[in-house]
């Protein structure tokens, strides 16, 4: 039986999901050879975690018996402009709010059991960061966007600053189409990249050299052939979404857990490197800052010092 995709985006959207897409769950051909491809160029730098599962990884209905459909929905986490001056250490705009995959989860599950009223007994998971499972091909496949040269989804109406979540589900649905790419021939992403860690064409990320990777997923210390070229960033980092031109439609997020933490932005690097562990406790608190803990944090502030 297919069923209409009206009332679940409806449903959605009660939640507090925007944009929601549903798609055939199928094995990725292309995009294993790709990712395949990509893990032997090294890209991934020290995420040996993107090695494993790589049958999961392509292929949906390996992690959920008897899946049918890929569910994608979109959380928006864009804050209002925040300025700050030299001596503060950059954040980018989703680790200033609530631990994001919490915030998510707890959406998820609310969904997961109005589905099961709306349609019954069903096998359903949801994931949020927590699975192998290529996000941002679903998210073009099902329409919520397209995988822009910086290879972020773009959503011609709301930009980039929003999380995706994914529903697996053993339902047959009216599917979502794709949009076309409305990259076009611009380049901001990628000539605004310090590190160079895009492509020259675009739609490839040396992640290794991406200054949110250097700041978050690298255990090691930060090369030095990075030194002058961070612009101040401490944890993750935005230049290629505060380029891009389809950031213009980006709204402020309703969500109240995103709403900016006012003690992490008053904090200045010096601040931030005498800053003691029941301090970082606090500050730490159900953030997504939580993730590089405090040496990590010193470690990435004294090198862009």
């Given at each position: 039986?297919?069923?209409?995709s009206?009332?679940?985006i409806?449903?959605?959207?009660?939640?507090?999901?925007?944009?929601?897409?549903?798609?055939?769950?199928?094995?990725?051909?292309?995009?294993?050879?790709?990712?395949?491809?990509?893990?032997?160029?090294?890209?991934?730098?020290?995420?040996?975690?993107?090695?494993r599962?790589?049958?999961?990884?392509?292929?949906?209905t390996?992690l959920?018996?008897?899946?049918?459909?890929?569910?994608?929905?979109?959380?928006?986490?864009d804050?209002?402009?925040?300025?700050?001056?030299?001596?503060?250490?950059?954040?980018?705009?989703?680790?200033?709010g609530?631990?994001?995959?919490?915030?998510?989860?707890?959406?998820?599950?609310?969904?997961?059991?109005?589905?099961?009223?709306?349609?019954?007994?069903?096998?359903?998971?949801?994931?949020?960061?927590?699975a192998?499972?290529?996000?941002?091909?679903?998210?073009?496949?099902?329409?919520?966007?397209w995988?822009?040269?910086?290879?972020?989804?773009?959503?011609?109406?709301?930009?980039?600053?929003?999380?995706?979540?994914?529903?697996?589900?053993?339902?047959?649905?009216?599917y979502?189409?794709?949009?076309?790419?409305?990259?076009?021939?611009?380049?901001?992403?990628?000539?605004?990249?310090?590190?160079?860690?895009?492509?020259?064409?675009?739609?490839l990320?040396?992640a290794s050299?991406?200054?949110?990777?250097?700041t978050?997923?690298?255990?090691?210390?930060?090369?030095?052939?990075?030194?002058?070229?961070?612009?101040?960033?401490?944890f993750?980092?935005d230049?290629?979404?505060?380029?891009?031109?389809?950031?213009?439609?980006?709204?402020?997020?309703?969500?109240?857990?995103?709403?900016?933490?006012?003690?992490?932005l008053?904090?200045?690097?010096?601040?931030?490197?005498e800053?003691?562990?029941?301090?970082?406790?606090?500050i730490?608190?159900?953030?997504?800052?939580?993730?590089t803990?405090?040496?990590?944090?010193?470690k990435?502030i004294?090198?862009?010092?």
């Amino acid at each position: 039986m297919r069923h209409q995709s009206k009332p679940f985006i409806e449903l959605a959207h009660s939640i507090g999901f925007e944009s929601v897409g549903i798609v055939q769950a199928q094995r990725l051909e292309k995009e294993a050879l790709q990712l395949e491809q990509w893990l032997a160029n090294g890209f991934h730098g020290e995420m040996t975690y993107m090695e494993r599962y790589f049958d999961l990884r392509i292929d949906p209905t390996k992690l959920l018996e008897g899946c049918k459909s890929v569910i994608m929905m979109t959380l928006n986490y864009d804050q209002p402009q925040i300025h700050l001056s030299e001596d503060h250490p950059k954040v980018s705009k989703y680790a200033y709010g609530q631990d994001y995959h919490r915030v998510i989860k707890d959406k998820c599950d609310l969904l997961l059991h109005s589905m099961r009223e709306l349609y019954g007994d069903i096998t359903i998971r949801a994931f949020v960061d927590s699975a192998p499972i290529m996000e941002r091909v679903w998210a073009e496949k099902s329409g919520i966007g397209w995988n822009g040269k910086n290879t972020l989804t773009i959503n011609p109406k709301k930009g980039s600053y929003f999380f995706l979540a994914c529903i697996l589900v053993d339902l047959e649905f009216e599917y979502t189409t794709p949009i076309r790419d409305h990259c076009g021939t611009c380049k901001k992403c990628i000539e605004a990249c310090p590190t160079q860690a895009i492509h020259p064409d675009g739609y490839l990320l040396d992640a290794s050299k991406c200054i949110s990777y250097l700041t978050i997923e690298l255990k090691n210390s930060i090369p030095e052939g990075f030194k002058d070229k961070m612009n101040g960033w401490a944890f993750g980092c935005d230049i290629c979404q505060e380029v891009c031109p389809w950031n213009r439609f980006s709204k402020p997020t309703k969500v109240p857990e995103f709403q900016p933490n006012l003690d992490m932005l008053q904090l200045t690097k010096s601040d931030w490197l005498e800053i003691n562990d029941e301090t970082w406790k606090k500050i730490s608190r159900n953030s997504p800052i939580k993730r590089t803990k405090r040496e990590g944090m010193m470690k990435n502030i004294k090198f862009i010092s």
